[in-house]
């Protein structure tokens, strides 16, 4: 039963990166337009920052961690790619 549960513990950080990355990017991007909706909100800017911060480090970490398995290497690096991608994507609405 252990060898099952320590087999399937790297696949389940990629996912919890990938899920994290999707996330990141639906709140991002779900603010953009509600700020271009409504006008700008001090409050829902700090929502956004945060969540890009934090999104962007728990799917870095969950990636690495993922990456550092020797049976599931190639989806740990599809799930840094994603986050390094997600974290320039929602990196954007904050320069504008």
Excluded: D, K, Q
């Amino acid at each position: 039963m252990t060898a099952v549960s320590e087999s399937r513990t790297p696949n389940l950080f990629a996912w919890i990166s990938l899920l994290i990355s999707l996330a990141e990017i639906s709140i991002v991007w779900g603010t953009t337009v509600f700020l271009y909706v409504h006008g700008p909100n001090t409050s829902v800017y700090r929502i956004t920052g945060a969540a890009w911060i934090i999104g962007a480090a728990l799917s870095l970490v969950s990636a690495i961690v993922a990456l550092l398995n020797r049976r599931h290497r190639r989806v740990g690096l599809i799930a840094l790619i994603v986050a390094v991608l997600s974290f320039f994507v929602c990196g954007l609405p904050m320069i504008t």
